[in-house]
């Protein structure tokens, strides 16, 4: 593609584009995706007021040299490959599906394709001494953003560094400037303004482009091995060889849901929204279980096979699953609360000898993926089964309450209640014991990886993104016949204090905390800065976004007809399709072995944390077969309303559905005053992979004294507001948050 005509052809159109004129009427269905990333709308309302953006005037930055620095957390993971890491840790050389060879040196594909598409050149200036994103920009800020003598032109950062860099310093470009040379990554904002805002700092200026690890779609799921709910709990008799020798840790889980209740709950029914009545009274489930003489493998399946029975009814009397009660956790209607989660969760720990094989297994219902606290944060933020809002935040564990100001979960009851609940699990046996430092079951800090339990025959449940674990699918070793993980709606809970059981998430894909931008010493050659701007806006466009969500198509990586890509439907839109070459490779041991991160970054050198929407229709395209009937059950209930979840509109008029800033628009003396008094505030919470987080503790422990502070159960919110100063932050944070909904 010639660069110069492509932008000549959208100058027009950079000219005349207005918030204004890229107002669309809001779909019917919140789930409703644009056909592309540069033409985007997630239903948000355009602003009243006419705003123009006049181009700079810029030479043609055709043949220019950018000086750039990308990486995303290791060698493995550059532009170009590296020898001994990656697509070469033990091969010389790689091909991709065309046949091209590669080899130490040689830029991937997608970077390949790049350059020769807009001819340009990149003078690879990645570090190799650092490899982690955040720790290469602190080190460029310090030598000045040069790099051997050459001044860098593009780099990558954490966005609240890069933003201050750019108020404080004056290092990086102001890309608000050139929003009129940038037509799609503009069109973009304009179509959503809520992410507009996001990524400004307080005067409205733009220091960089955002990455979006997918946009407007679920993130995580909560993902069970299917064949054993169905091997538990269909049929129409007790299975008599279920175990009667194995007991909890403790019986210490007491009742969450309310004694008694009445409500109707959405489910999907064939391809509309159907419903289905939650029942009981007397006492909920676990109370049935607790109040046992014998609580063990059989008497459990038994309470959870009776109670599904008599809870959920069709109008004429008879049990609404039938036999297949199976379905009460998994598919469209899919209709659970946390107490009968948990319930499965002890069906299956007490159960080893019928599930496993082996009565001296001790299973594990549930566990985070590693030892390392960013893992672990995907127990707490399981804690949304509990009517917990802010813990599947994208800033923090912040939320926008009832009253339209932003909230942080540790501040509330819910919270709480929520890692009490976590720990009485924690202690039944039905978390991973000592799941922060246990060297054993792969739950290492040295690369293993916990979902490798499913390969064990030990792991039930886990709270994680679905292609990569069910991708376990693809690599079981031996065991049950019928193996199965799957994704599956989130538990029923309420959020308005018991009026409605909703499924509902905030694990909503939006703004990322990194992305790259361009240095100020870039716009002393317009040349230079000319085609920087084009790159950062030919990833908006919708060839862009193709090429670094998908791969090159003249490398093999997409499956063609003639000249024209070929497409499927992904979501109520047409997406490439990956040919049947890229997921062979994919699918092989030696190259992507399943997991299509890892294969993307380190063969292809796409879905890199650069200013660019990764299109999800591609790892829809990787999701383990079997996974699909599954997966595509729960799209069903975002296409149907039937899970809630925020959104990215900005005129909601319940705030349960607001999603949070990833950054707020604070100044700079804000800022100052932040890093320098909320020190221990952030500790506490850390969540560096390597550090202990509080709430680890407090799932493993229960209420207590830990890092010196008082985290009694009475005393956990002074603690939290008073002595780690949360209530003074979060006035600054609304402070920052009035102000954002000014950039809109």
């Known amino acids: 593609m010639n660069s110069k005509k492509l932008l000549t052809s959208l100058v027009a159109l950079a000219s005349i584009v207005t918030l204004a004129s890229c107002q669309k009427t809001p779909a019917s269905s919140e789930s409703s995706k644009p056909s592309t990333p540069a033409a985007s709308d997630s239903g948000s309302s ?21 000086e750039m620095s990308v990486t995303y957390k290791d060698n493995a993971t550059r532009m170009r490959f590296v020898s001994g890491s990656g697509a070469l840790k033990s091969a010389t050389t790689y091909s991709d599906p065309k046949g091209n060879s590669y080899e130490a040196g040689d830029f991937k594909p997608a970077w390949k394709a790049m350059q020769e598409r807009l001819d340009f050149t990149i003078d690879d200036q990645t570090p190799t001494q650092e490899q982690d994103i955040n720790k290469n920009f602190s080190a460029q800020v310090t030598n000045g953003f040069k790099s051997n003598g050459k001044t860098l032109n593009i780099v990558q950062g954490d966005s609240s560094q890069i933003i201050s860099e750019g108020t404080t310093n004056n290092t990086i470009v102001d890309l608000s400037k050139y929003l009129g040379n940038m037509p799609h990554f503009l069109k973009f904002l304009n179509d959503n303004p809520v992410v507009k805002a996001t990524i400004s700092d307080a005067n409205g200026h733009i220091y960089y482009a955002p990455y979006f690890d997918g946009y407007d779609d679920l993130e995580r799921m909560l993902i069970l091995r299917q064949d054993w709910v169905e091997k538990l709990l269909d049929g129409d008799t007790l299975p008599t060889t279920l175990d009667t020798g194995k007991s909890l840790l403790s019986k210490a889980y007491t009742p969450f849901m309310p004694e008694s209740l009445d409500k109707k709950i959405d489910i999907v029914d064939g391809n509309a929204k159907g419903s289905v009545t939650k029942k009981y009274s007397g006492g909920s489930l676990i109370k049935k279980m607790n109040d046992l003489s014998a609580l063990n493998g059989s008497t459990a399946v038994k309470a959870l096979r009776d109670w599904i029975d008599a809870t959920y009814k069709k109008a004429d009397g008879t049990p609404f699953y039938g036999t297949k009660r199976s379905e009460l956790f998994i598919g469209g209607k899919a209709a659970y609360d946390v107490d009968e989660l948990v319930a499965l969760f002890r069906c299956v720990y007490l ?41 599947e935040s994208r800033n923090g564990y912040l939320f926008v309450g009832s009253d339209g100001k932003l909230h942080d979960c540790r501040d509330t009851d819910e919270f709480i209640n929520a890692v009490e609940k976590l720990h009485q699990m924690y202690s039944e046996g ?17 690369g293993g990886d916990a979902r490798d339990l499913y390969n064990k025959n030990l792991g039930f449940a886990i709270y994680d993104y679905n292609q990569t674990t069910v991708a376990y699918n693809d690599k079981y070793k031996g065991g049950q016949e019928g193996f199965l993980i799957v994704p599956t709606v989130p538990a029923v809970a309420s959020f308005d204090g018991g009026n409605t059981y909703i499924h509902y998430s905030e694990s909503w894909r939006s703004v990322k905390t990194q992305g790259w931008c361009i240095t100020s010493a870039t716009e002393k050659d317009k040349k230079v800065l000319s085609k920087a701007l084009e790159l950062f806006d030919y990833l908006y466009s919708e060839e862009g976004n193709e090429l670094m969500s998908y791969g090159p198509k003249e490398y093999g990586y997409l499956a063609m007809d003639g000249d024209a890509v070929k497409k499927i439907d992904y979501q109520g839109k047409k997406v490439p399709q990956l040919s049947d070459a890229t997921k062979a490779q994919l699918a092989n041991k030696d190259i992507g072995n399943s997991n299509y991160t890892n294969y993307y970054r380190y063969f292809v050198g796409a879905t890199y944390p650069v200013g660019y929407v990764k299109e999800q229709g591609m790892e829809y395209q990787t999701v383990s077969a079997k996974a699909i009937p599954a997966f595509d059950q729960v799209n069903k209930a975002i296409e149907l309303g039937v899970l809630q979840h925020v959104n990215h509109k900005k005129d909601n008029a319940n705030h349960l559905y607001d999603i949070v800033p990833t950054t707020l628009p604070f100044n700079t003396s804000e800022q100052n005053t932040i890093s320098k008094t909320y020190t221990d505030l952030n500790t506490v919470f850390t969540m560096d992979k390597k550090s202990e987080n509080v709430i680890e503790d407090l799932i493993k422990g229960g209420f207590g004294t830990y890092m010196n502070f008082d985290f009694s159960k009475a005393n956990f919110k002074t603690t939290v507001d008073t002595s780690l100063k949360l209530s003074s932050y979060l006035t600054y944070c609304n402070t920052a948050y009035d102000r954002f909904k000014t950039l809109w």
Do not use: E, H
């Open 430 to 446: 039905l978390i991973a014991q000592n799941f922060d430092t246990q060297s054993g079951l792969s739950l290492t800090k040295d």
């Open 46 to 66: 355009a602003s009243s007021s006419v705003k123009t953006y006049t181009p700079v005037d810029l030479p043609d930055g055709d043949g220019s040299t950018l």
């Open 351 to 391: 159960n080893p000898g019928y599930l496993s094989g082996k009565a001296d297994n001790t299973l594990i219902p549930f566990f985070p993926r590693s030892n390392q606290t960013d893992r672990n944060a995907d127990l707490w933020r399981f804690a949304q089964a509990f009517g917990v809002r802010g813990v």
